[in-house]
């Protein structure tokens, strides 16, 4: 399983893109929300869903590891294929999909191209309680590139709750130290 692509960005195609990592390029499907944030010969780095078929390999991408985390639990929807999982993310940013389903917004979703009104509907139903809410905050206080971020929710915490966690750590500190730090202050509480 390839879990996420570190290299330069060579090429951008209409739904994918082309990542060389040490002059192999990975062609990786990502949303129109992730598209428009990528620029051409810039290092990015992409968490990735590998989908296996009979016929074919697929890699698709995510700047963040919420949307993986989203587009992940959007598959396990009867009706839904990492295509339309993608495309349901392509409809706006994440935390916006996310207020949608935890709000039973089926015409929201339903804007999504391939997903009809019943799709959207057996999304709401299926997933309203597993997405929840995101929290409103600061946004100097996200960085969608923060290793200490995905780490804790990696092993489990919530955005949220990774963030809160986080919030009075020195930033200056490694990634592991960031994240050990987070965890004691967890315990602690």
Known sequence: ?????????????????????????????????DFDSLNLNEDI???TYHHIREQSQELFGFTSLASKKLFEMLITVQGVGPKAGLA??????????????????????SRANGVGKRTAERIVVDLSDKVGAPMQINQKVINKN?????ALMALGFTLSDAIQALENVNSDLSTSERVKTALKSVSIK
């Open 45 to 47: 780095k992409l968490y």
């Open 146 to 150: 923060d290793e200490a971020l995905d």
């Open 88 to 109: 349901i993310l392509s409809v706006g940013p994440t935390a916006e999909v996310q207020t949608a389903i935890s709000k039973s917004d089926s015409l929201y979703l």
């Open 1 to 33: 399983m390839i879990a996420h692509i570190k290299g330069i960005l060579v090429e951008k195609f209409l739904n994918s893109v082309i990542v060389d990592v040490n002059g192999i390029g990975y062609e990786v499907q990502i949303s129109s929300q």
